[in-house]
């Protein structure tokens, strides 16, 4: 189980979480679910793009996982988004790509967008998360 706590936020709008198949065929369900999820947040589409971007990540390099999970909160000002994978190899990480690279951008996007994000790595799986200030 992952959890955080931050001392002083306000109380945090848990949407359902949602669980897919470590398959292609389920990113746009995930996307969807997240875009869902949101409704009209004026953070909606940056929050999505960055969604499947974790979530793809997941799919394609999270070896020995079966799922992916996606949770989505907002609070405050902020939109939290975890993508979780129960797989127990390889750890998320930074690759540099070059402008013919046709991948290897998923990070950038996020370090980019978001406002702050990371990654755990517990004995059930990995989770990266990040948030999007509105």
Do not use: K, Y
């Not at 936020?9 to 999820?37: G, N």
Request: proline fraction near 5%.
């Amino acid at each position: 189980m992952f959890l955080w706590f931050t001392a002083g936020r306000s109380p945090r709008t848990p949407h359902p979480a949602q669980s897919f198949a470590r398959r292609v065929e389920e990113v746009p369900l995930a996307r969807r679910f997240v875009r869902d999820a949101l409704a009209d947040h004026p953070a909606a589409m940056d929050v999505e793009l960055l969604a499947c971007e974790l979530v793809t990540n997941a799919v394609q390099h999270a070896a020995g996982a079966d799922a992916v999970t996606v949770t989505v909160m907002s609070f405050g000002q902020f939109v939290h988004v975890d993508v979780i994978d129960d797989g127990h190899t390889a750890l998320p990480h930074w690759r540099e790509a070059n402008s013919s690279d046709e991948s290897g951008r998923g990070f950038q996007l996020v370090n980019e967008l978001a406002h702050r994000w990371g990654f755990l790595r517990e004995p059930a799986g990995t989770c990266v998360w990040f948030e999007i200030a509105t």
